[in-house]
Nanobody
């Protein structure tokens, strides 16, 4: 079972940038679809972006053109580069992994990190 640990959250001004990382516990993460979700207080968990094992990436409309998801399989690490941040991007960001699914359905993911907080002022 893969374990996931997010980092890189913090505070940024609107229009600024942050880069989130998600470290996986072992090299088998290269066989997983890796995904970022986010959850703001009082709201449901929202899909942000996912990247399949072949590097194909998909984005929610709300972040398309501003966020970039990438993965470095040699480092067992997933990234989310967030540019042009908006106040509505503020949330707890979670990475998730699945070997059988790659998409926006939160219930389909088996493995989750503990989250990293992003605030935008």
């Amino acid at each position: 079972h893969v374990q996931l640990v997010e980092s890189g959250g913090g505070s940024a001004q609107a229009g600024g940038s942050l880069r989130l990382s998600c470290a996986a516990s072992d090299h088998t993460s290269s066989s997983y679809c890796m995904t970022w979700f986010r959850q703001a207080p009082g709201k449901e968990r929202e899909w942000v972006a996912c990247i399949d094992t072949d590097g194909t990436a998909f984005y929610a409309d709300s972040v398309k053109g501003r966020f970039t998801i990438s993965r470095d399989n040699a480092k067992n690490t997933l990234y989310l580069q967030m540019n042009s941040l908006k106040p509505e991007d503020a949330a707890m960001y979670y990475c998730a992994a699945s070997q059988a699914y790659c998409g926006c359905n939160v219930a389909a993911y088996n493995y989750w990190g503990q989250g990293t907080q992003v605030t935008v002022s």
